[in-house]
């Protein structure tokens, strides 16, 4: 029997989240990680930069939170103490961020509802410092005090945020700006949470986005699947459709991008609900 996320939820009395760690490349902690969001990078590669010798795994900690954890972790320095710290989420509607070395518990920021968005961990305002950009299936979006925790802005969105937020500089500017799908897609002003821009898919953005220079102009895209079944390419600068490929299936699966055939241009590969993978170039 197939259970519902909400099902599961109620027969599951809560999970422990789990690092395994071997012995990395690199013996120093570096100010920022390897792995600050959801598939580590802005095209989504998924792929690590350093390597280690995790043969037979050996558990270094667990922390225990009071829901399932489908939240990916990201992983940075982001009180500034040298010592890199786990980002997760979990359906108990909390965010927590755990001490790398031991799991002790730095700092949870408490939701309404529960956190399957996985976090982004970047200086999205500008101040030197590290924060962490999370949504809610509360409907709530909010970039935090990577040292306290502690809300620097928040938004109301119109729909509970399944999407992992994305910070780059969109629009050419300068500055960071923080993408995340939800009802609409959103890119805020990374320093003050004002919406800069937004699109309005026919139905809601689950999606993940990814950030590149797709066709070759020198200006960011957003790529982002909607449940519309749509892939869409967003102008960074403006939000406005640049295409949108329909696949006939809701698109839930996040993009990734990468040359993929060696050609010096990039792909992007997607997941519909229907119709199986796609790989789309120009």
């Keep these: 029997m197939r259970l519902t996320r909400r099902a599961f939820i109620r027969a599951a009395a809560g999970t422990a989240f789990t ?20 598939r580590r990078d ?16 050996k558990e270094r ?10 939240s990916s972790a990201a992983v940075g320095d982001v009180d500034g103490d040298g010592i890199l710290e786990v980002v997760v989420g979990s359906y108990d509607g909390n965010l927590y961020a755990y001490h790398g070395r031991t799991g002790a518990l730095k700092w949870r920021y408490e939701t309404k509802n529960w956190v399957y968005s996985s976090p982004a961990i ?3 305002d500008g101040d030197g410092r ?4 999370i949504g809610s299936q509360d409907k709530s979006f909010a970039l935090l005090d990577g040292r306290t925790g502690r809300p620097k802005w928040a938004f109301l969105t119109e729909d509970g945020i399944l999407s992992s937020p994305a910070i780059a500089d969109v629009d050419g500017d300068g500055k960071s700006e923080v993408i995340v799908g939800s009802e609409r897609v959103y890119a805020f002003d990374g320093r003050t949470g004002n919406v800069k821009w937004k699109f309005l898919p026919e139905f809601p953005a689950r999606s993940s986005p990814a950030v590149a220079d797709i066709d070759g102009d020198g200006k960011a895209e957003v790529v982002i699947g909607s449940l519309d079944g749509r892939l869409y390419a967003l102008d960074g600068r403006t939000g406005t459709a640049k295409w949108a490929f329909h696949t006939n299936g809701p698109v839930e699966s996040s993009p990734a991008i990468g040359d993929l055939n060696g050609d010096g241009l990039v792909e992007v590969v997607v997941g519909s609900s229907k ?7 120009g």
């Design 122 to 124: 970047a200086d999205a």
């Design 19 to 38: 690092l395994a760690l071997g012995r990395l490349a690199s013996a120093q902690a570096p100010v920022m990680s390897d792995w600050p969001m959801f």
């Design 130 to 133: 590290l924060e962490v950009a």
């Design 61 to 70: 900690w667990n922390a225990f939170t009071r829901g399932l954890v489908e």
């Design 275 to 281: 119709r199986g993978v796609f790989c789309l170039d």
């Design 42 to 57: 802005l095209l989504h590669t998924g792929r690590a930069t350093k390597t280690s010798k995790i043969i037979a795994p």
